[in-house]
Nanobody, 135 residues
Framework: HLQLVESGGGSVQPGGSLRLSCAASGFTLDSYTIGWFRQAPGKDQEGISFIGNSVGSSYYAQSVQGRFTVSRDNAKNTAYLQMDNLKPEDTAVYYC????????????????????????????WGQGTLVTVSS
């Protein structure tokens, strides 16, 4: 059974930091591209980042560029999303997804929210973790 489990969410004040983890079970992440998505209350899902296995094969949406950093540790079968300088508008449920097709992940991340259910297009999808940014 292929599974992704997100963790690391919680409540933080504006300007604070959190690191989300996306742990894979039932498969090895090293042949997958990992994408990160979020859904704020009452809003569509947003594709915010992805990371492949090649150097330079990462992407950030403009809304998180310069504040979020995506990384992966294949030895730990885990991907990470370091979130710094958090803002109230970053409040959302954060999801990770995995796919062996790098270009599919690129297309899904950069076309969400036009793609209303990104999970339908990817091999594996996590259950989400809630991040709340509030003073």
């Amino acid at each position: 059974h292929l599974q992704l489990v997100e963790s690391g969410g919680g409540s933080v004040q504006p300007g604070g930091s959190l690191r989300l983890s996306c742990a894979a079970s039932g498969f090895t992440l090293d042949s997958y591209t990992i994408g990160w998505f979020r859904q704020a209350p009452g809003k569509d899902q947003e594709g915010i980042s992805f990371i492949g296995n090649s150097v330079g094969s990462s992407y950030y949406a403009q809304s998180v560029q310069g504040r979020f950093t995506v990384s992966r540790d294949n030895a730990k079968n885990t991907a990470y999303l370091q979130m710094d300088n958090l803002k109230p508008e970053d409040t959302a449920v954060y999801y990770c997804g995995a796919d062996t097709r790098h270009e599919t992940m690129r297309t899904v991340v950069t076309n969400t929210p036009k793609l209303t259910e990104p999970s339908k297009y990817l091999d594996v999808w996590g259950q989400g973790t809630l991040v709340t940014v509030s003073s």
